[in-house]
């Protein structure tokens, strides 16, 4: 089983590229963040030709997330499992064959101490708390997404320069750890313990050609799917060409 999380943003401005993508590499399951489309913008009949079922929450121009399955998945549920109403579409949850998989957009925070960077603290206590309530299932679980947090120094290019910055501040990273306590394992770290490989990219300054990135986006395993990880890793490819997305593919394959 080969699963993959991609931040697009914009699904709709990238559509042709990633159904090319989507038609050279056929992943059985691929969890979106920022498809910044409504739910009625959604091209869910595009990827109906192309062989996959989706479950979408979109809001208009921001945020949104959505998970493809070769099989058709049930339990679909959007939001968090607390039933508040939140009008930013960052979470969807569904379950494709007995597994549990959720496709996740952290809120960035904007800065250290703001109120944006309070509300990204608050989701993920919220995140922490819907995945407590589903540990029956949480060997069988997947959380892909982009987390907006670089969980350790070896996930930055400059670990002096973004030290309690944004993304790399120690009150994100306890969040981030304290999600994994739950028994969640990061696949890519499972495999590739080294530094330097990151998922994310400033569009400026050369950020990607000098590889000055972060690796903010992550496919989370439960027990007994990390037991069985064979494979894991980033698609630079996909960050490079015209127009593409400032995050790369991450992906992670299973022994059935």
Same mark, same amino acid.
């Given at each position: 089983?080969?699963?993959?999380?991609?931040?697009?943003?914009?699904?709709?401005?990238?559509?042709?590229?990633?159904?090319?993508?989507?038609?050279?590499?056929?992943?059985?399951?691929?969890?979106?963040?920022?498809?910044?489309?409504?739910?009625?913008?959604?091209?869910?009949?595009?990827?109906?030709?192309?062989?996959?079922?989706?479950?979408?929450?979109?809001?208009?121009?921001?945020?949104?997330?959505?998970?493809?399955?070769?099989?058709?998945?049930?339990?679909?549920?959007?939001?968090?499992? !607390?039933?508040?109403?939140?009008?930013?579409?960052?979470?969807?949850?569904?379950?494709?064959?007995?597994?549990?998989?959720?496709?996740?957009?952290?809120?960035?925070?904007?800065?250290?101490?703001?109120?944006?960077?309070?509300?990204?603290?608050?989701?993920?206590?919220?995140?922490?708390?819907?995945?407590?309530?589903?540990?029956?299932?949480?060997?069988?679980?997947?959380?892909?997404?982009?987390?907006?947090?670089?969980?350790? !120094?070896?996930?930055?290019?400059?670990?002096?320069?973004?030290?309690?910055?944004?993304?790399?501040?120690?009150?994100?990273?306890?969040?981030?750890?304290?999600?994994?306590?739950?028994?969640?394992?990061?696949?890519?770290?499972?495999?590739?313990?080294?530094?330097?490989?990151?998922?994310?990219?400033?569009?400026?300054?050369?950020?990607?050609?000098?590889?000055?990135?972060?690796?903010?986006?992550?496919?989370?395993?439960?027990?007994?799917?990390?037991?069985?990880?064979?494979?894991?890793?980033?698609?630079?490819?996909?960050?490079?060409?015209?127009?593409?997305?400032?995050?790369?593919?991450?992906?992670?394959?299973?022994?059935?």
């Amino acid at each position: 089983m080969r699963v993959v999380s991609w931040n697009i943003n914009s699904l709709r401005r990238r559509q042709e590229r990633f159904l090319h993508w989507l038609g050279e590499t056929a992943p059985d399951i691929i969890c979106l963040q920022e498809t910044k489309c409504t739910d009625e913008q959604f091209p869910a009949a595009a990827l109906r030709d192309a062989g996959y079922h989706a479950a979408f929450h979109g809001q208009k121009s921001y945020n949104g997330v959505a998970i493809l399955a070769k099989e058709e998945m049930g339990d679909v549920r959007v939001g968090f499992c !607390d039933q508040v109403d939140d009008p930013q579409a960052r979470v969807i949850a569904a379950r494709v064959g007995d597994t549990r998989v959720f496709s996740i957009y952290a809120p960035n925070g904007q800065a250290v101490g703001s109120a944006p960077y309070e509300y990204k603290l608050k989701w993920y206590e919220r995140l922490t708390r819907c995945l407590r309530e589903e540990e029956s299932a949480l060997e069988r679980v997947l959380v892909c997404g982009d987390f907006n947090v670089a969980p350790n !120094d070896e996930d930055v290019h400059d670990p002096a320069l973004w030290r309690g910055s944004i993304m790399c501040s120690e009150e994100e990273r306890a969040a981030f750890r304290t999600l994994c306590d739950l028994g969640l394992n990061d696949t890519l770290r499972l495999l590739h313990p080294e530094p330097g490989l990151f998922s994310w990219w400033d569009y400026r300054m050369l950020a990607f050609p000098k590889n000055r990135g972060l690796r903010i986006d992550a496919i989370l395993a439960g027990s007994d799917l990390a037991a069985r990880c064979t494979g894991a890793g980033i698609d630079r490819q996909m960050r490079k060409g015209k127009e593409p997305s400032d995050h790369a593919p991450v992906w992670a394959e299973f022994a059935e």
